[in-house]
């Protein structure tokens, strides 16, 4: 068998059963199954990647989410994640934006710029230039608000403890990146700087802009550093500026994507949380991390 398909319920809609995973196992022909969490997720190997929506058709938990992975080489030795609206609830741009009193009109360009439909480095320096004469103070209390995504501190926490190099790499700011990458115990982090004259934000943003083509860029330079293919590595991510490396990565994950990003990455977290990412690995529940 070649490949395995890894089925993580949402536990809010209700279990994972038995019945259920022996008729997705029947659908796509395997005899072989593995519990990795009780009630929660499972895993079988299938001799070809198997059609996601028909699998659905066959739970009775329609809130599924559905890997489909090749069998050889699952563990990943390199996670590059996004930030805003990844391993954080928010875009931070955004919630910036709400101390001048624009979280609105802001929030409209983000979210353009997020499903690609904007130029990313052109609506990020639009968008900063309206937070000209904000006063850095904003900054501190955005961060104070700041809430981490479900299952980001067990994702992280558990890569780092299987040995594997976790880079956080976002189109957001370096202001937001250190705190989270040190908070959630990331071992390197990339972003883009805001720039500022020691109290207000001057309404720039440093040269170059970190967007898809550096993201990318940022996941074949970690790779090699760590001395691996890019087989071996796993990213995840929800915006048009994600695409590239999410398709470059040996495992690619979109997380609750914007629809563009949604219609082009079969793994999809859209009704679990980021401890899917383990399991999706062939990660038991219990060796999870925190």
Known sequence: ???????????????????????????????????LAPARAAEFPA??????????AVLSNKQTDIFITKARGRRKALL???????????????????FAGIKEQIAAITARAMNGELDFAAALKERVAMLKGLPLTALEET????????????????????????????GGFTFFTSRVAAALGFSTHRSNT???????????????????????EALNELAATRGVKLTATLAVGDGANDLPMLKA?????????????????????QHTDLTSLLFAQGYPESVFRT
């Open 47 to 56: 001799a070809a990647p198997p059609d996601r929506g028909a699998i659905i």
């Open 143 to 170: 961060w104070k608000a700041i809430e981490f995504c479900p299952g980001a501190r067990e994702l992280v926490a558990t890569m780092n403890a299987q040995g594997a190099t976790t880079a956080l790499v976002s």
């Open 249 to 269: 990565a040996g495992l690619g994950i979109a997380y609750h994507a914007k629809p563009v990003v949604a219609e082009q990455v079969g793994n999809r977290v």
């Open 194 to 216: 805001l720039l500022d004259d020691g109290t207000l934000l001057t309404g720039e943003v440093a040269e170059p802009i970190l967007g898809k083509e550096a993201k990318l």
């Open 80 to 98: 590059v994640a996004d930030m805003d609206s990844t391993m954080v609830t928010a875009e931070t741009l955004d919630e910036i934006a709400a």
């Open 1 to 35: 068998m070649s490949y395995i398909v890894t089925l993580v319920a949402n536990r809010q809609a209700g279990p994972l059963t038995a019945a259920d995973t022996a008729r997705a196992m029947a659908y796509c022909q395997s005899g072989e199954l593995t519990w």
